[in-house]
């Protein structure tokens, strides 16, 4: 039996995380982690009664899982891989926010410590996906902007996704004319800037999480487009994550890379 910990158990994500732990075999949760969980509500959030509880990082004990799930918040999620790298517990991420040099920090980490683990922007294949379609029509459309549209509750922007697109894009697309003569009246009109790719963040209530990726040429258009309707989308990846990452001898970055 695998001993999981659940950091953010509380939260959107880690609920339904939770709900896939408890759902499969040879996985039990043994611990979880969040600022307002305690032994009195943690029966609310579909722990059971032997699962320890944590308020913080400090009151973890030693070997109280072999694996740790994240879904927390960007300015917890470094301190909380880091912790699990230099306690053995394999990390399985879908936290946003971290820099690329705090992954790369962090994968070195777990090559000196041989834990293996998984970061991944996105857990659902729809998204998996258009990254992938997106970097090949890249190639060929180097003119390119992108729209992420998710729930009002959401901390950070632009989306991990969207970013992890940009990033993709970027290493693929040919040079291209930018229009020199652009003004903005309004600040911020023309989106956020990454490497000269446009990234334009929408919040609004009912959405849950919604990628289009637009591609512009001579006479014509592509747009790339992925819906999660429902946070359920993103536990098939993580469900793959937790049977695969046994296999994993350091930090992997992407679910495309252990599918
Ligand atoms: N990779 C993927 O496929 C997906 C990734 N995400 C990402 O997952 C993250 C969580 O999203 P979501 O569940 O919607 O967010 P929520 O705000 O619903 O949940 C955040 C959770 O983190 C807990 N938390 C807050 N601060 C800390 C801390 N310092 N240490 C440990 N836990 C803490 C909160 O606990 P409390 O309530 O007690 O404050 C809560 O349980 C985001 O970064 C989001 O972008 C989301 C969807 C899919
Ligand atoms: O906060 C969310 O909801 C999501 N966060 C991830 C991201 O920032 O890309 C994944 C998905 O978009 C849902």
Known sequence: MKKVLIAGATGAMGQK??????SLDGF?????????????????????????TYQQLAEIDDNVADIWIDFTLPNAVYADVKYALEHGMKPIVGTTGLTDDQQAELTQLSREK??????????????????KFAQEA????????????????????PSGTALSTAKLIDQVRPAHETNPAET????GARGGDYHGIKIHAVRL??????EQVLFGGDGEALTIRQDSFDRQSF????????????????LVIGLENIL
């Open 17 to 22: 995380a939770v709900d896939l732990v408890n």
């Open 28 to 52: 039990e949760i043994t611990a979880a982690l969040a600022p307002h969980l305690t032994t009195e509500n943690k029966a609310d959030y579909h722990l059971a009664a032997e699962v320890k």
């Open 114 to 131: 041989r834990v293996g683990g998984l970061i991944a922007a996105n857990f659902g294949m729809s998204a998996v996906l258009l990254m």
């Open 138 to 157: 890249a190639k060929y459309f180097p003119d390119v902007e992108i729209i992420e549209m998710h729930h009002g509750d959401k901390k950070d922007a």
């Open 184 to 187: 903005e009246s309004l600040p």
């Open 205 to 210: 209530p009912g959405y849950i999480a919604h």
């Open 235 to 250: 536990m098939n990846g993580v469900k793959v994550a937790l049977e695969k990452v046994d296999q994993l001898s350091e």
